[in-house]
Structure formats: C-alpha cells, structure tokens
C-alpha cells in the first residue's frame, strides 16, 4: 500500500488523539469510564494506533536521506532508559497543567514528583523518544515520522499552557510559582515511587525484548 497507508496511518493516529479529548466528547468517556480508564484507555488506544503506524513508516517506499552508521543505534538506546522512567513517574499522577493526570484535585505543589521537571511529563517523554530515533532511521518516511512527532509535542506544551491558564485563571500562576520552589527530589520516595522507577526498568527491559516482534528491528548494536 506503500505511501497510502502511512497517510491513512497518520489520519487515524491524530483522530485519535483529538476526537477523545475534545470538550463533547471527553466528559462523557471519563463519565463511563473513570479518570484513570479513561487515561489507561486512551493510551492503550495510542499505543495500538502508535505501533500501526510506525509500520506502515516501515513498509513507505524507502527514500534514504543518510546512511546508517553502528553508532547510531546507540543514540535511541540511551535515551529510552529515561523515557521509560518518565513514563512510569507520570502515567495516572495528579498533574493539573498537562494531560494524562488522574485525581487532579489531590495534586500537592509541595510534592510534585516528576511534575518539578517538567509540567508536561508525557509529552517531554515523546520528545525524547522521536528525536533519539530520527538518528539511525534516515530515510524520508521516519524522518517525517518522527520529526512530526516531536514536532508536535514542542508545540503541544505550549497550546497545553494556554488552555489551562484559561481554565485555571491565577491559581496557574500560583501553582507553578509553587512548584518552581519544591525540592527536585525526595530524600525519602515513598514506597510508590520505587514501585514506578521499577516498574520503568521493568518496561525499558520489555521494549528491548519486544521490539524485535513489534517492529521487526532490534535494538541492540
């Protein structure tokens, strides 16, 4: 199908990921499904379209921008250490200056975990994740892939900033000052914490397996 399926790919890929957040409809999902199903839900739904698209990226015509080089490899696998973590801190955490946060309301500024860092964890997360992997994935169909992608995350935090200094009025402001002032890092994580910095090993190992199997490439030098 070539280039049509990486074009249709990509229609489904930001459908679905404006249509579920939109005003009409995002009431209603969380309403049936919870804050946390609806954020597990949606990033299930992210993920599967994620990975179609990725291959139909593989199986676009192969236009070479630049030769792939050993070195490169080592590029996304440095860097997906960290995604993984950031992932795991911030997937179902309170965060009320992003997307993806669950039990906003019991967000403390005083102890804002991975929120000190940045106010947009998850789209900080796909950042790093596109821009590692334009690296060794030269031709014209991943460049614009993942160029794309990190693209419209850089961009995304700031569309996300202005909707929720809208909505939030000075208790933004009021926040985020708070926030800037809280310790970067706990002296003592709680139990919870460890569990997710496990549980991103954890996945960081699986990637590394499954990746093979899920998108014909391996990893690994």
Not at 132 to 139: E, F, S, T
Not at 174 to 198: E, N, Q
């Amino acid at each position: 199908m070539g280039w049509f399926e990486f074009a249709l790919a990509y229609v489904v890929f930001f459908l679905s990921h404006s249509l579920p957040v939109r005003p009409p409809l995002r009431p209603r999902l969380q309403a049936r499904l919870g804050a946390s199903g609806f954020t597990l839900a949606y990033s299930a739904l992210s993920l599967a379209v994620l990975s179609w698209l990725i291959g139909a990226a593989g199986r676009a015509p192969h236009v070479v921008l630049w030769d792939w080089a050993p070195w490169q490899v080592h590029v996304p696998l440095t860097v997906m250490g960290p995604v993984c973590l950031i992932l795991a801190l911030s997937i179902g955490r309170p965060n009320p200056f992003s997307f993806g946060g669950a039990r906003n309301d019991q967000f403390d500024p005083a102890r804002p975990g991975i929120v000190r860092l940045s106010r947009h964890p998850l789209l900080a997360e796909l950042t790093l994740w596109a821009s590692a992997h334009v690296v060794p994935n030269g031709d014209l169909a991943h460049v614009i892939l993942f160029g794309t992608f990190a693209a419209f995350a850089l961009l995304g935090g700031r569309l996300i900033d202005r909707r929720k200094r809208r909505q939030m009025g000075p208790e933004w402001q009021r926040m985020r000052d708070l926030v800037a002032h809280a310790p970067p890092l706990s002296a003592s994580p709680s139990v919870g914490t460890l569990l997710r910095l496990a549980a991103g090993i954890a996945l960081y190992g699986a990637l590394l397996w499954a990746h093979p199997f899920l998108f014909g490439v391996s990893p690994l030098p």
